[in-house]
T-cell receptor, first 108, second 115 residues
Framework: GEDVEQSLFLSVREGDSSVINCTYT??????LYWYKQEPGAGLQLLTY?????DMKQDQRLTVLLNKKDKHLSLRIADTQTGDSAIYFC????????FGQGTELSVKP | NAGVTQTPKFRVLKTGQSMTLLCAQD?????MYWYRQDPGMGLRLIHY???????AKGEVPDGYNVSRLKKQNFLLGLESAAPSQTSVYFC??????????????FGSGTRLTVV
């Protein structure tokens, strides 16, 4: 998706926090999503946030939304090796527009 | 089980051959989508449909055609396959009901190789 930008790689140590960032371009997007894709698998919805919210927390996951800067982030607390995957942010404009995906590598 | 089913799961085509990918959903969703996934490029929308009998172009429609003759099925066709169409294809559907986050359901993907 050319309108949604993510960095391609992130490497962290097990137990650390991971922060994956995303910028989007359409301020009228109402919902923003984070999906996880493990190797060879399909897409798993992790969480989503409505555009009138600044933050959403769900167990180890925290989503922050800065609507002014069109910036979305996903924080994973106490990152585990099982969190190694590609993470996609997506904005909804009647259809999902995806970022390029951030490959998270968790080292023991 | 309710969900989105894609067939086939894997396929190898020769350049110039044609094929149809089938997406079937049993959730009575109005909206259906076809995406392709390539390394470093995320998922890009090929075509989508907002209801039976309708189709619309997405971001990368060239070389593909689609049909939505029945509400539950969304077909993606490649008339003359090219190596550039080697990719993983995902189908999705949505009802746009609340809570919205649960609305998009993805299939498990079709891995297509064109040689």
């Amino acid at each position: 998706g050319e309108d949604v930008e993510q960095s391609l790689f992130l490497s962290v140590r097990e137990g650390d926090s991971s922060v994956i960032n995303c910028t989007y371009t359409d301020s009228s997007s109402t919902y923003l999503y984070w999906y996880k894709q493990e190797p060879g698998a399909g897409l798993q919805l992790l969480t989503y946030i409505f555009s009138n919210m600044d933050m959403k927390q769900d167990q180890r996951l925290t989503v922050l939304l800065n609507k002014k800067d069109k910036h979305l982030s996903l924080r994973i607390a106490d990152t585990q090796t099982g969190d190694s995957a590609i993470y996609f942010c997506a904005e909804e404009r009647g259809k999902l527009i995806f970022g390029q995906g951030t490959e998270l590598s968790v080292k023991p | 089980n309710a969900g989105v089913t894609q067939t086939p799961k894997f396929r190898v085509l020769k350049t110039g051959q044609s094929m149809t990918l089938l997406c079937a959903q049993d959730m009575n969703h109005e909206y259906m989508y076809w995406y392709r996934q390539d390394p470093g490029m995320g998922l890009r929308l090929i075509h989508y449909s907002v209801g039976e009998g309708t189709t619309a172009k997405g971001e990368v429609p060239d070389g593909y055609n689609v049909s939505r003759l029945k509400k539950q099925n969304f077909l993606l066709g490649l008339e003359s396959a090219a190596p550039s169409q080697t990719s993983v294809y995902f189908c999705a559907s949505n009802d746009f009901l609340e809570p919205r986050g649960q609305g998009y359901t993805f299939g498990s993907g079709t891995r297509l190789t064109v040689v």
